[in-house]
DNA sequence: GAATGGAATGTTATATCGTAACATTCCTCA
DNA sequence: TGAGGAATGTTACGATATAACATTCCATTC
């Protein structure tokens, strides 16, 4: 699959602190409830419940974050239990590990393909997921010979938002 | 400090199966040793311990083994004593963090800047930094709006020679 | 509407990775 | 030669992740 045509690298795809974000994760789960129809495999009540904390926010959230969640209500799942789950939603594209922070984000186009790279906030810990052409195609040139088969790209530092409001 | 002018970027810079590996960890404990001094920073035991653990190879170890090395004389160190030697070694340049396997590696050339990439062979473990002024600048352009301040470029993939050795 | 077989989950235990907190020792320098 | 910071020793614990096996669920087939 050839990278997007980006739009995504813009700055603006950082998502704002005031955005409707119950919309993104209901969004979220709607697509992900699609597209494993259309797939044929099973989208179940712990995958839902998985894939609903991560979308709780914009930020990466641990596995046993997530397990708290899923017990939050009396339950007494197991932490093989989160990563299961963690499995699947990976492999369907719906969520991505964050290597650097060993956590877990949400990704708003499982449908395409994920030559991404990873914006993280240091402040508010939010991640933008971009796909910037120019990047994929300097990766693709760097390394001749090499045959790559996955890519872990993640840029720390400051969004704009946080930035803006740093003049304290 | 303005990225390097690559050459590191070629496919050659993976380093053979065959080549004289005992330099390679020689050379970069002399390197540290003389940049501690410039330094003013000590150079002591337990940190020269800890970088020969992970020069033994160019694929990346993980902390408790490198303790297992420490300890494999008779001492018992804590895992503690590990981490504190890594956050040295990391602070100075000299080994780098491979996130996307939670282990370490050497750096090759800790006196230069370290807007570097990393290319891990699934096959064999090796890893090679490379230093790719192409990704270097298409990275600085993907996030108009967000101030960088870290990068972490982990490429995944079969190496060269591992690619020539599997027509099994 | 059973039988069946693979997918999913339950459960226990353990491996692996990383740090907090405080005591002690070492080294440099005035 | 003491004073003070750097480095190490030590104990304890927190955080992340997986192995192995038992059980349950569920779509398909007969």
């Known amino acids: 699959m050839p990278p997007r045509k980006t739009g995504h690298a813009k700055a603006q795809s950082f998502p704002a602190p005031n955005h409707d974000h119950a919309a993104c994760a209901t969004d979220a789960l709607a697509r992900a409830e699609r597209l494993c129809r259309a797939r044929g495999v099973r989208f179940?009540?712990?995958?839902?419940?998985?894939?609903?904390?991560?979308?709780?926010s914009h930020a990466p959230i641990g596995a046993y974050d997530i397990l708290a969640g899923l017990n939050a209500k009396g339950a007494r799942h197991a932490p093989m239990v989160v990563y299961r789950a963690l499995e699947f939603l990976q492999a369907n594209g719906f969520v991505h590990r964050v290597a650097s922070q060993n956590a877990f984000i949400g990704c708003a186009h499982p449908d395409e393909g994920h030559d991404s790279q990873f914006l993280?906030?240091?402040?508010?810990?939010?991640?933008?997921?971009?796909?910037?052409?120019?990047?994929?195609?300097?990766?693709?040139?760097?390394?001749?010979?090499?045959?790559?088969?996955?890519?872990?790209?993640?840029?720390?530092?400051?969004?704009?938002?946080?930035?803006?409001?740093?003049h304290a």
Chains 1, 2 share one sequence.
Do not use: M, Y
Not at 135 to 148: D, E, I, K, R
């Open 44 to 56: 179940t009540e712990i995958r839902r419940c998985v894939l609903k904390a991560i979308w709780q």
């Open 120 to 166: 993280i906030c240091r402040k508010c810990g939010t991640v933008a997921e971009i796909a910037n052409a120019a990047v994929s195609t300097a990766l693709a040139n760097a390394a001749p010979g090499f045959a790559v088969e996955s890519r872990t790209v993640e840029i720390s530092g400051v969004c704009p938002h946080c930035k803006d409001h740093s």
